[in-house]
């Protein structure tokens, strides 16, 4: 079974008159077009074989732009366009080529983010509640996501049982993107 999971990602907060084009351009190179070199090298095989899952690990940043990210949500509504342009690529030959919208997701640097934008001496908990209220409050789930709950959606997107689901573009934002269709 061929899987290809496109994840790669950069993100930042930065004063949108201030971003140069140089990180303009590093956002697309990292962000979109990693994945795009990535699905032109794996998608003939996928589809000699006709068998294949794509998929674009995108944002709710791709629908609600935050203010303080809008060279990250470009990226990320560019991978909606690829992902979907693909799919039409991929038709009819057994391969599907879909997006994973996540929502604000515990990581790492998504931890250090947080604490860019509230106190830092403030407990992780503390922190979270504080983030979410105050840059997220429009989540539903008003908690930053579990990686394995996005994984969740992965692991049903790269199997069998998603074999109908192509060309979407599918959410775990927690709620976060306010409407009821993607």
């Given at each position: 079974?061929?899987?290809?999971?496109?994840?790669?990602?950069?993100?930042?907060?930065?004063?949108?008159?201030?971003?140069s084009d140089a990180e303009w351009r590093r956002y697309f190179e990292v962000n979109v077009l990693a994945g795009v070199r990535l699905t032109r090298a794996y998608l003939p095989g996928m589809t000699d074989r006709g068998w294949g899952r794509i998929q674009y690990i995108a944002s709710d940043s791709a629908i609600a732009v935050p203010a303080e990210m809008i060279h990250y949500g470009?990226?990320?509504?560019?991978?909606?366009?690829?992902?979907?342009?693909?799919?039409?690529?991929?038709?009819?030959?057994?391969?599907?080529?879909?997006?994973?919208?996540?929502?604000?997701?515990?990581?790492?640097?998504?931890?250090?983010f947080v604490y860019e934008l509230v106190d830092r001496d403030l407990p992780w908990d503390e922190a979270q509640r504080a983030f979410m209220r105050e840059h997220r409050p429009q989540s539903l789930l008003q908690r930053l996501i579990e990686p394995h709950e996005i994984a969740n959606m992965v692991a049903y997107l790269s199997s069998p049982l998603a074999s109908a689901t192509t060309g979407a573009a599918l959410r775990v934002d927690g709620g976060f993107v306010d409407s009821i269709v993607p």
């Open positions: 079974m061929d899987v290809l999971v496109n994840n790669l990602g950069v993100f930042g907060p930065a004063e949108a008159l201030q971003i470009m990226s990320k509504t560019a991978l909606l366009s690829v992902a979907r342009g693909f799919a039409k690529e991929a038709a009819g030959s057994g391969v599907t080529v879909n997006s994973v919208i996540a929502g604000p997701t515990h990581t790492g640097g998504v931890r250090d």
